[in-house]
Nanobody, 128 residues
Framework: QVRLVESGGGLVQAGDSLTLSCAAS????????VAWFRQAPGKGREFVAA????????GYTDSVKGRFTISRDSAKNTVYLHVNSLKPEDTAVYFC?????????????????????WGQGTQVTVAS
């Protein structure tokens, strides 16, 4: 069974930076598509960033472009989300997700329905 564990969230000030980690276990290869989503109180789950299985392509929602960077360390079976210049509107629970298929593929996916496995989330709170 594939398991994803997020970490790295916390309470920070506006303008601060964090690195969120998504550690995967339960399968031989780690090079499947991975995405980060977030969910603010009272709102739906929103796409944030994604990386293809091959790690050659990445995608971001417009509100985080230039501030967030997604990356992968295959040796550690971990995908990171480096978040800079945080704003109060970035406050949310951040979830990572991965697919069961598309090993070493070149596509990334922005819809929640595309993903088969989800972590429990890590809270990011940005104080103004």
């Amino acid at each position: 069974q594939v398991r994803l564990v997020e970490s790295g969230g916390g309470l920070v000030q506006a303008g601060d930076s964090l690195t969120l980690s998504c550690a995967a276990s339960g399968r031989t290869h780690s090079n499947y598509p991975v995405a980060w989503f977030r969910q603010a109180p009272g709102k739906g789950r929103e796409f944030v960033a994604a990386i293809s299985g091959s790690s050659t392509r990445t995608g971001y929602t417009d509100s985080v472009k230039g501030r967030f960077t997604i990356s992968r360390d295959s040796a550690k079976n971990t995908v990171y989300l480096h978040v800079n210049s945080l704003k109060p509107e970035d406050t949310a629970v951040y979830f990572c997700a991965t697919k069961e298929t598309d090993l070493f593929g070149t596509n990334y996916y922005t819809e929640t329905i595309a993903y088969d496995y989800w972590g429990q989330g890590t809270q990011v709170t940005v104080a103004s």
